[in-house]
C-alpha cells in the first residue's frame, strides 16, 4: 500500500499540470450547458422563438453526441487526445462566439448547434478520461475527480458570469466573452500541458510498439480488443448500470424542483436547496477518487450508487421535513459528481487501454441514451399519474439493481501482469 501511495505521489509531482489543462478543458466544455436557460429569455424576446426552440440547441447536441461517442471513441485510439482536445476546443471556441451573430434564421439556429455537437464530440469526457486514464495508475481515480470536477467548475461559476455578462454587454456580447475568453484560457493550457500517454507513446521508438507496419493500439498496453470487449460479462454489468443509474438521478435531477414543490417547498428555497446539492458533486468526485485509489472499484462504486436509494425514499416521505429534503439532495448531489468518473475509472480497469476510446465512446452513448431518456419518462409518469411518487418508487428499485451489478463484478485483471505474460 505504502508503495502505491508513494507512486500515486510521484504520478501528481510530474504529471499535475495535466490534471489542471484537463479540468480547465472539460471545464469549458460544459459553458453552454450551464449558460443555456439564462440566454432563452433576451433570444425569446429578440426573435419571437418559442422556448422550446431556443432550447433545442442542447437536445441536438444530445442526439448527436449518443449517435457519434462510439465513432470518436476510434478516433481517440487512432489518433490520442491531443490531436483531438485541441481542434475540438478551438472549433468549439468559434461556435460560442458565432452565436452572436444570431438573425433570427431557424437554419441558422439548427446549423450552429449541429457544429457545435462536432466541437463537443471532439471535447466530450472521453477525451479526458483517456487522457488521464493513459497516463495515471495508482493515482488514478483521484486524477478523474480532479479532472471530472471541471464540469461542477463550470456550473458553478458560468450561470452569474453570464448572467452579468448579459446585463453589462448585451446576450450577443455574452456569447463573445464566453466563447473567446474561456476558450482562449483552455487552449492556452491544452496547448502547452496536455501532453499524456498517447503523446508519449507517440514519440517513442518504434521499437516499442508491437508492430509498427500493423494498425495497432497507439498505446503499447495490454487490454481487451473491441470483439473480446463485446463478449465480457463485467463491460455489459458496467454498462447496462451504467445506462439504468443515468437515467434515474439525471430524472431526479431535472424534476426536482417541481418534485420540491409537489412536497410544499417555495421555488426560490427549493433553488437554494438545488445548488447546496451541486456543491456536493465537487465533493463526491474528490472524496470517490481517493476511495478508488485505495479500495476495490465494485465496492466503492456499488455501495456509492446504493446510497443514491436513499435519495428516493426520503422525498417520498408525506410532508418530508426539511432535513430530509436536503439530504436527499446532497445525497443524489454527491452520487452524482461521481457517475462519470466511476464508469471511466472501471472501463480503464476491466477493459484495460487498448482499445479504451472505442470502448468508452460506447459507454458515452449509454450515459447520452439514459441522460436524455430520463427526463422524459419522469415527466411522462407526472402526465400520466399526476404526481411523482411513481417515479421516485421507480428510481428507488433502479439504483438498487444499478448498484447490484457493479457489487457483482470479480477483480479486475492485473493488466500489469498480463503485459509481463506477454512478453514472455
Known sequence: MNARKEQARREFRRHWTLVFAAAIGFSFTSVMTAATGL?????????????????????????????????????????GTRRMALPGLVLLALVIVSLSGLTGSTFQWFAIWTVYAIAALATKSTVWT???????????????????????????????????????????????????GWGTLAILLCLIWLRDGYEASRKAPAAAFRDPAAKTPLLDVPGLSVRE?????????????????????????????????ELGVDRTTASTYAGIAGLTGIAGKLITGAL??????????????????????????????????VTALMINGYAGG?????????????????????????????????????????????DAFGTYAPMLWGGFGLTLFSAFLLFGLGPYPDWEEVKAGQGT
Open 39 to 79: 440566454f432563452i429569455a433576451p433570444i425569446s424576446a429578440e426573435f419571437g422563438w418559442s422556448r422550446a426552440l431556443v432550447s433545442s440547441g442542447v437536445s441536438i447536441a444530445a442526439v448527436l453526441t449518443f449517435l457519434f461517442s462510439p465513432l470518436f471513441g476510434i478516433f481517440i485510439d487512432k489518433w
Open 229 to 261: 470487449a463485446w463478449r465480457s460479462a463485467a463491460l455489459w454489468r458496467i454498462s447496462i448500470s451504467t445506462f439504468v443509474i443515468m437515467t434515474a438521478t439525471i430524472a431526479l435531477i431535472v424534476h426536482q424542483i417541481p418534485i420540491l414543490s
Open 338 to 382: 461521481t457517475k462519470l468518473q466511476l464508469v471511466g475509472f472501471l472501463t480503464a480497469a476491466y477493459a484495460g487501454m487498448r482499445k479504451f476510446g472505442t470502448i468508452f465512446g460506447a459507454m458515452a452513448s449509454l450515459i447520452a441514451a439514459g441522460s436524455g431518456l430520463g427526463p422524459v419518462l419522469g415527466g411522462a409518469i407526472f
Open 292 to 325: 478508488l485509489d485505495r479500495f476495490a472499484a465494485r465496492w466503492v462504486g456499488g455501495l456509492t450508487i446504493a446510497a443514491t436509494s436513499l435519495s428516493f425514499v426520503l422525498l417520498l416521505t408525506p410532508g418530508a421535513p426539511v432535513w430530509a429534503v
Open 130 to 180: 483517456a487522457a488521464v486514464n493513459s497516463t495515471f495508475d495508482a493515482g488514478r481515480g483521484l486524477a478523474l475527480g480532479l479532472v471530472l470536477s471541471g464540469s461542477a467548475l463550470a456550473q458553478a461559476i458560468t450561470p452569474p458570469l453570464a448572467n452579468w455578462l448579459i446585463l453589462a454587454f448585451g446576450w450577443r456580447m455574452a456569447f463573445v466573452w464566453l466563447g473567446a
